[in-house]
């Protein structure tokens, strides 16, 4: 699977910004999805994912009720729309993608074998 993330920016604090990742190959739907973000000076922490088939989401208690995570198995493509940006949210976003993700382990880099590029996200206080 190769990803290719999209839809980073400059934004004021408050405001809204959405990401997308895109996703190569036939077998998407299969895939566990996961937004990860790295700060400068910092280390790579867990944003959202969203189990294979969609039902299930999980996010991180730093951006719970901010950020939506979604995903459109048709057209290969996960979401992470965020709203009420906050400085603390600048970051460089990426997506991963895992075949097998049990639900203990969503919040794991280790878990995901598959990475994105990073898009940035400067928020503007």
């Known amino acids: 699977v190769q990803l290719q993330a999209s839809g980073g920016g400059l934004v004021q604090a408050g405001g809204s910004l959405g990401l997308s990742c895109a996703a190569s190959?036939?077998?998407?739907?299969?895939?566990?999805m996961a937004w990860f973000r790295q700060a400068p000076g910092k280390d790579r922490g867990f944003v959202a994912a969203i189990k294979s088939r969609g039902g299930f989401t999980y996010y991180s208690d730093s951006i719970k009720g901010r950020f939506t995570i979604s995903r459109d198995n048709a057209k290969n493509t996960v979401y992470l729309q965020m709203n009420s940006l906050r400085p603390e949210d600048t970051a460089v976003y990426y997506c991963?993608?895992?075949?097998?993700?049990?639900?203990?382990?969503?919040?794991?880099?280790?878990?995901?074998?598959?990475w994105g590029q990073g898009t940035q996200v400067t928020v503007s206080s």
């Open positions: 190959g036939r077998t998407f739907s299969d895939y566990t």
């Open positions: 991963a993608a895992s075949r097998s993700v049990i639900q203990s382990a969503l919040a794991s880099q280790d878990a995901y074998s598959y």
